[in-house]
């Protein structure tokens, strides 16, 4: 599935069709899903298995990652881009911020403006 249609697709379930509610929805999910990405972490942390070598916590992972992105969908949605929009700003960020490679000094002294 293409970043376009699983966009697409996604807007079937959003909670509601309210272009500020649904940011706040996209938000506020985000980041309770991104907590349960971290809270399957956590676990690995402790010993209980590794998505690397564990197809049931590898599924789990999968499926929060999901979540995540579902509410990155719904979040473009609600500001009229698309997840392309996103990805390729981001890669044009990340080419001008370090134009070699990831450099720890450049990731510590940013240029003035540079979010």
């Known amino acids: 599935m293409t970043n376009t249609e699983f966009q697409y697709q996604s ?13 706040k ?4 999910g985000l980041t309770s899903e ?13 010993g209980h298995g590794s998505p690397l070598t564990d197809k049931e916590v590898k599924n789990h992972m999968v499926k929060e990652l ?3 992105l579902w509410m990155i ?3 473009c949605t609600a500001l009229d881009v698309t997840i392309a929009d996103v990805m ?15 450099d720890p000094f450049l990731s510590l002294h940013r240029k003035p403006g540079d979010i």
């Open 66 to 68: 999901g979540d995540c």
């Open 11 to 23: 807007k079937r379930t959003y909670p509601t069709k309210s272009k500020p509610a649904m940011l």
């Open 88 to 102: 390729d700003l981001n890669i044009r960020k990340l080419q001008d911020r370090y134009p070699d490679g990831f």
């Open 25 to 28: 929805h996209a938000v506020l």
């Open 34 to 46: 991104a907590g349960e990405v971290a809270g399957i972490m956590q676990k690995i942390y402790q």
């Open 73 to 75: 969908a719904e979040a």
